[in-house]
C-alpha cells in the first residue's frame, strides 16, 4: 500500500519561507517521477513542480520558478519543496504525487497514481 505524508505546512509572511517535506512509503520511490500540486480556494488543482526519478530533471510552473526549488532524497524516500518568497497568491492546500509508471517524467496530475493528504500553505500580506 503506497502512502504519501506530507509535513511543513503552516502560515508565514509575505517574503517569507517554508520548506515541504513528503516522505512516501509501498513503492521503490527511486523509480517514480515526485510531483507537488496546490489547490487554492475556489481554483482547480495546479501542479507547482516535479522532479524525475534520478532527481536529474525538475520542472516548475512559471509563477514559481525562481522562488521554488523542489529536490529529492531518494536514500530517505523523501521530496523537498522549498518554497522562498512567498506571495499571498501561494496560498494553497499543497498535495504531493508520485507518478503511476516508473522512469517516466510528467507534470500532468492525471498521470500520478498516489496522492498525499495535502498541507495547507498560508501566506500573509
Known amino acids: 500500500q503506497v502512502q504519501l505524508v506530507e509535513s511543513g505546512g503552516g502560515l508565514v509572511q509575505a517574503g517569507g519561507s517554508l520548506r515541504l517535506s513528503c516522505t512516501a512509503s509501498?513503492?521503490?520511490?527511486?523509480?517514480?517521477?515526485m510531483g507537488w500540486f496546490r489547490q487554492a480556494p475556489g481554483k482547480e488543482r495546479e501542479f507547482v513542480a516535479a522532479i524525475s526519478y534520478s532527481g536529474g530533471n525538475t520542472y516548475y510552473t512559471d509563477s514559481v520558478k525562481g522562488r521554488f526549488t523542489i529536490s529529492r532524497d531518494n536514500a530517505k524516500n523523501t521530496v523537498y519543496l522549498q518554497m522562498n518568497s512567498l506571495k499571498p497568491e501561494d496560498t494553497a492546500v499543497y498535495y504531493c504525487?508520485?507518478?503511476?509508471?516508473?522512469?517516466?517524467?510528467?507534470?500532468?496530475?492525471?498521470?500520478?497514481?498516489?496522492w498525499g493528504q495535502g498541507t495547507q500553505v498560508t501566506v500573509s500580506s
Open positions: 509501498g513503492r521503490t520511490f527511486s523509480r517514480y517521477t
Open positions: 504525487a508520485q507518478g503511476g509508471s516508473p522512469y517516466r517524467t510528467t507534470v500532468h496530475g492525471s498521470d500520478y497514481a498516489y
